[in-house]
């Protein structure tokens, strides 16, 4: 998932399987053309003048490109993560998960990630292997579970059936549901409901991205997610066992290397930005700051709403930042400056990000950085975006010694939430002696 390095694109060159696999569709494809199919399964744009146009010029880096660096990944060192609760970016070895004995609602195995006929074979034998010490009988699902399965297209879900693999996972109690998008973007059947825990084998499970904001959503593979499926927990199917030499050491010692601490204030060096004839020089508002770091677009927009092509612009600007804080849509008003932390804007590419905070009206968002594909969209939509991260620091400053507002009101999200870097604590509570607010007026 390059766009959560920050980076715009991730290159990847073609090997022998691919060279292969290109003219084996554009034969599949021209068959399907000879016969007047209208309705077949591989797409026209693969014809034999643009694979060999593909094969005969490659992409590939210059020779003696430089790197900025080079990762060399020991696969024997390795053993399977879980990320979450409601982060990519938040990653613990299943073997720790699984001593936390954490129940699960629902189990997906859906969308366009890891839902290839490949992957739904890897979680059908979780299934098979599990009926041979059950008399050859697939047993069923956990008393208390959904487990949802929808491949990664039509094509995908057909070789499955072929194989017997969609049928091992029907016969084990799973849902099927359309091929493609669903609730991984939280749409449709199954979303995740206040309070519940959910474990998929998709891309993403930003907050409030695969239903409710007080739910918890973990990612993991296909055979993790069949496994917890049947078990109930989250756990391996128990055919992992810890690599030799591994230890929490070393992550904290490479997490330590890679972020290198806290972000410091960049220096400014003195230097203006011309405007342009017509352009404000100057925007005025109040400061609405969104004390959180990492806030990505589905916290800024819900997916949910993302395939409504109904939805007005009133309704975006109701919505606007509606996981992040449900509350921000009263705090903030009309003609309010947006500031919040760092990476700003990360996650999914989808352009409502930057429209749905022109919907609310607002002229100007400050962050301490953005996500490369958001700040390209605010541009291609005439929204302002500039990073000043002195801002952010001087705002953390002032507002972090205030002191907390007594309430007895009860936290609505799930306690493990505070550990991901996109769920911060709700507030205000009953305990803290400062008060930490998602949104908050500055005055």
């Known amino acids: 998932m390059t766009t959560e390095w920050g980076a715009l694109t991730g290159l990847f060159p073609i090997d022998s399987v691919l060279a292969g696999w290109l003219p084996y569709k554009s034969t599949e494809a021209a068959l399907y053309n000879i016969a007047g199919l209208t309705q077949a399964s591989t797409h026209t744009r ?8 593909l094969l005969g010029n490659q992409l590939s880096a210059d ?8 990762l060399h990944l020991d696969l024997s060192t390795l053993s399977p993560y879980v990320s979450g609760p409601n982060s990519v970016k938040v990653a613990t070895p299943l073997i720790e998960l699984a001593a936390q004995d954490i129940k699960i609602n629902r189990a997906y195995l859906v969308s366009c990630t890891n839902s290839r006929a490949s992957d739904l074979a890897a979680a059908a034998k979780v299934f098979k292997d599990a009926a041979g010490k059950n008399g050859g009988k697939i047993p069923k699902i956990a008393e208390g579970v959904n487990f949802y399965i929808a491949a990664a297209s039509t094509p995908e879900q057909l070789a499955a059936e072929e194989a017997g693999d969609w049928q091992a996972m029907l016969d084990a109690g799973a849902q099927p549901l359309p091929a493609g998008c669903g609730p991984c973007i939280g749409l449709g059947t199954g979303l995740l409901e206040p309070g519940e825990v959910g474990i998929s084998a998709s891309n993403r499970n930003s907050k ?3 239903g409710s904001t007080d739910a918890k959503a973990y990612l993991a593979s296909p055979e993790v997610v069949a496994a917890n499926a049947l078990s109930g927990r989250i756990n391996g199917p128990g055919w992992y066992e810890r690599p030799e030499g591994w230890s929490d050491d070393l992550v904290g010692t490479a997490e330590k290397d890679i972020h290198g601490g806290e972000t410091a204030p960049k220096e400014d060096d003195g230097t203006l930005t011309e405007v342009l004839p017509g352009f404000p020089e100057k925007v005025e508002g109040e400061i609405a700051f969104c004390d959180a770091d990492n806030i990505n677009t589905d916290g800024i927009y819900p997916g949910k709403y993302t395939y409504q092509d109904d939805t007005t612009v009133e309704k975006m600007a109701q919505v606007c930042m ?3 804080d449900t509350d921000f849509t009263s ?14 804007g990360c996650g999914s590419s989808r352009e409502q990000a930057a429209t749905a905070i022109l919907a609310k009206k607002t002229p100007l968002v400050v962050a301490g950085s953005f996500g490369n ?16 991260p002195r801002l ?23 306690k493990g939430n505070c550990e991901s870097i996109d769920s911060p604590p709700p507030a205000p509570q009953n305990t803290p002696s400062q008060e930490k607010k998602l949104t908050r007026r500055t005055g």
Request: aromatic share 10%; charged share 25%.
């Open 63 to 70: 020779k003696g490109a430089k790197y900025a660096k080079s």
């Open 373 to 388: 594909i958001f700040s390209r969209n605010s541009i291609n939509n005439a929204l302002m975006g500039v990073e000043v």
């Open 208 to 210: 409030g991205r695969m």
């Open 46 to 53: 693969f014809t034999y003048p643009r694979v060999d146009e």
């Open 331 to 344: 705090i903030a008003k009309e003609g309010n400056i947006l500031v919040s932390g760092f990476n700003f």
């Open 322 to 324: 509606e996981n992040y």
């Open 392 to 414: 952010v620091h001087t705002l953390r400053k002032t507002f972090s010694g205030v002191p907390a507002e007594v309430s007895q009101k009860d936290v609505k999200e799930p």
